[in-house]
């Protein structure tokens, strides 16, 4: 099967500027995360759908960061105005339903404020 | 809230040589999962073996096993016969059993080097 595909795979913004990252999770899989991984530290949800609800956006920063997940499928994650602190790498990852379903991560993105 | 600590930022072993990764966490419930997941400079996670919370047979995948100890909310990595591409972050989760969400709590990781 077809891995969790992310992009860009790098991305480089002056603070202040907005970017997006993608990402199409493994087909059928319902459930969708975001994390968050600060260099030297392990991976921080940031926001997690069922289908294209929201499960669980409680360490998402909603001032600057919102995604989306239309048609329960691919999902984007925005942030707008980016801060130095932002820089880091952007995980997605995809479960199918059900507590003993492992999640399948993608490469990840890695955003460079300057 | 659940939380996962890694005590070692790094370790390092010998080439067929067996090292042990250590993780401890703090929970109040009584069912849930952990997993040790490898992340390679690729940057992709990748899952080594998980265990669940209420089976007393510590899990094993081959060159990997794990020493659960539950009382002791302890959760250790063995890797045995150690190659070069094991060098890599490894990271301890720990996930809910229940309550809606199933995300994954990572700890902080460790980094493995292997010397040839």
């Known amino acids: 099967e077809a891995g969790v595909a992310q992009s860009p795979r790098y991305k480089i913004i002056e603070k202040r500027q907005s970017v997006a990252f993608w990402c199409n999770p493994i087909s059928g899989h319902a459930t969708l995360y975001w994390y968050q991984q600060i260099l030297g530290q392990g991976p921080k949800l940031l926001i997690q759908?069922?289908?294209?609800?929201?499960?669980?956006d409680s360490q998402l920063p909603k001032d600057r960061f919102s995604a989306e997940r239309l048609k329960g499928v691919d999902s984007t994650l925005k942030i707008q105005p980016a801060k130095l602190e932002d820089s880091a790498v952007y995980l997605c990852?995809?479960?199918?339903?059900?507590?003993?379903?492992?999640?399948?991560f993608g490469n990840g993105t890695r955003l460079t404020v300057t | 809230a659940q939380t996962v600590t890694q005590s070692q930022p790094e370790m390092s072993v010998q080439e067929a040589e067996t090292v042990t990764l250590s993780c401890t966490y703090d929970?109040?419930?009584?069912?849930?999962?952990l997993f040790w997941y490898k992340q390679p400079p690729s940057r992709q996670m990748i899952l080594v073996i998980r265990?669940?919370?209420?089976?007393?047979q510590n899990a094993t995948e081959n060159r990997f096993s794990v020493n659960f100890q539950k009382a002791a909310k302890s959760f250790s990595l063995k890797i045995s016969d150690s190659q070069l591409g094991d060098a890599a972050m490894y990271f301890c989760?720990?996930?809910?059993f229940g309550g809606g969400s199933e995300k994954l709590v990572f700890g902080k990781g460790t980094k493995l080097t292997v010397n040839p």
């Open positions: 265990q669940e919370a209420y089976k007393q």
């Open positions: 989760a720990y996930r809910s």
């Open positions: 929970t109040s419930e009584s069912d849930y999962y």
């Open positions: 759908f069922q289908n294209n609800g929201v499960v669980d």
């Open positions: 990852a995809s479960s199918s339903t059900g507590y003993n379903s492992p999640l399948h």
